[in-house]
């Protein structure tokens, strides 16, 4: 079974902290991604990694900046934490060739920015 | 617009009743499509590909109509443990392997 696991379940910060969250993936999948998760608008792409020490900004990056040093691992960075990124972060991977679209999905991280 | 839409519902079903919904895309491109399935505070895991021919898994039937541009799902002889929100998802056309996915439809099944 893929198994797509995130540092923390729950975070509580202050506005202006910087925060990291972290995904690790033991699939050896190239594809890895990041989402945040708001009531009525669904998943929205934040940034996503098609391989090592490669980025691409998805639809949200403002504020935000990733981190992919080992391909197993991808990491989230929220530079100045503000209150309107109060929200549940998911991370995914994929592989690349016939399943490349069935993403699998971390358990997600609820972060409150206070 | 948003790019895929979905009834938020809830609908609320009871237990063995059959309960069907849709969604629609607004990228006529997209080739690809899903359904994941959400549980209260858990991540979406995928429940089915949704195919040019429909396709059916257990209870569960996916149909796409590209004419129309939306995908519905049925659920036959609903569980208690179907309860949960319904995500579509299409791929993107602009770039393989990324998804764009609706708000969920929630499913409250009902003794």
């Known amino acids: 079974d893929v198994k797509v696991t995130q540092s923390s379940r729950y975070l509580v910060k202050r506005t202006g902290e910087k925060v990291f969250l972290e995904c690790v993936q033991d699939?050896?999948?190239?594809?890895m991604f990041w989402y945040r998760q708001d009531p009525g608008l669904g998943l929205r792409l934040i940034y996503f990694?098609?391989?090592?020490?490669?980025?691409e900004k998805g639809d949200i990056p403002e504020g935000y900046s990733v981190s992919r040093e080992k391909k197993e691992r991808f990491s989230l960075i929220l530079e100045s934490a503000s209150t309107n990124q109060t929200s549940m972060y998911l991370c995914?991977?994929?592989?690349?060739?016939?399943?490349?679209?069935?993403?699998?999905f971390g358990p997600g991280t609820r972060l409150t920015v206070l | 617009r948003k790019e895929v839409e979905q009834d938020p519902g809830p609908f609320n079903v009871p237990e063995g009743a059959t309960v069907a919904f849709n969604c629609t895309y607004s990228?006529?491109?997209?080739?690809?499509f899903f359904w994941y399935r959400q549980d209260c505070r858990k991540e979406p895991k995928l429940l089915m590909s949704?195919?040019?021919s429909g396709n059916e898994d257990g209870r569960f039937t996916a149909q796409l109509n590209r004419a129309s541009q939306y995908i519905s799902l049925l659920i036959r002889d609903s569980k208690l443990s179907d309860s949960a929100t319904y995500l579509c998802?299409?791929?993107?056309?602009?770039?393989?392997?990324?998804?764009?996915f609706g708000a969920g439809t929630q499913v409250v099944v009902t003794p």
């Open positions: 995914a991977s994929s592989t690349t060739g016939t399943h490349q679209s069935t993403q699998y």
């Open positions: 699939m050896d999948h190239e594809n």
């Open positions: 990694s098609y391989d090592v020490k490669m980025k």
């Open positions: 990228n006529s491109a997209s080739q690809s």
């Open positions: 949704v195919y040019s």
């Open positions: 998802v299409a791929e993107r056309a602009d770039s393989w392997g990324k998804l764009q």
